[in-house]
């Protein structure tokens, strides 16, 4: 699989990434499952792993290092996220103290069986104070972490962008993508940060139609549907075109969309099915039909 350079950190990596994160922490999908996904993303040239202690309460990282577990270190790039952890009664909390930081840091690499992390992202900070701004630099001189981003998926991201204390953001992308998420891959890719992008299959809840539930994992992402919708995007009309080239579906055309913003580095994929995260590996090698381009100006401003 194609390469890509990530800004200013001197790596390179491949243009489609691998999500442990979702369904992959919970006990609809077995460890077995998880390591045969891992196994066969690297087997297809996917060097970029992303995770968080968040997912599953440590599951996913638990899961993902058991599953690169005796894979040579230098073929894959690992990023993990600090300061959103699942505290009492299962719910989302929030710390982005030095002690915070560093103690999750630990953790994961406990996790991960890794002895270091090559990108560790802030995971949706509100604010970033000067303590954060240390606690992140001590990790990246002491070794345990190479270099720093920040997760996020909107203006929390603006001051990060700017303020150069960090190599690398991550923030969703998808086709119908308003300005300001353009702009700030286009102002991070000018300051030379590795952008990862996520959310980019987001358009394809306009399309799906109800599927009925044939594996444990589709109860997740249906209980997932339920208790959060997804944001608005567009009336299923203007998206109908993705439906309608011969060779491609609409998850690849997505993907491939994504795939062709240049300030991306990588788009970051999470599923369950090993077809899936086939077709999804094959779209990097493919040229997009022609008039994709066009026919996703017009959904957008239908």
Known sequence: ??????????????????????????PLVSNSDVTRLVHAAVDMGINLFDTGPSYGD?????????????????????????????????????DFSAKAIEDSVHQSLRR???????????????????????????????????????????????????????DAMMMPFHMLSERPHRSRIQEASVR??????FQSLA???????PKPVSKLSDLFYKAKAWLKPPEPLKR???????????????????LGYALSEPGLSSVLVNTTRLEHLKDCAAVVDRDLPQNLGAQVEMARFS
């Open 1 to 26: 699989m194609r390469t890509r350079p990530f800004g200013k950190t001197g790596l390179n990596v491949s243009a489609v990434g691998f999500g442990v994160s979702g369904a992959l922490a919970t």
């Open 58 to 94: 440590g599951t996913a990282e638990e899961r993902l290092g058991a599953a690169l577990e005796g894979v040579n270190r230098n073929k894959y790039i690992l990023s993990t996220k600090v300061g959103t952890f699942v505290g009492r009664l299962g719910r989302l909390q929030k």
């Open 112 to 166: 991960l069986k890794a002895e270091h992390i090559d990108v560790v992202f802030l995971h949706g900070p509100d604010a970033i104070y000067d303590e954060t701004y240390r606690a992140l630099q001590d990790l990246k001189i002491s070794g345990k972490v190479g270099f720093v981003g920040v997760c996020g998926n909107g203006a929390e991201l603006d001051e990060p962008i700017r303020n150069g204390q960090f």
């Open 192 to 197: 030379d940060l590795g952008i990862l992008g």
């Open 203 to 209: 358009p394809l809840g306009e399309l799906e139609e």
């Open 236 to 254: 299923k009309g203007p998206l109908d075109f993705l439906e309608k080239h011969a060779g491609w579906t609409p998850a690849q055309l997505c």
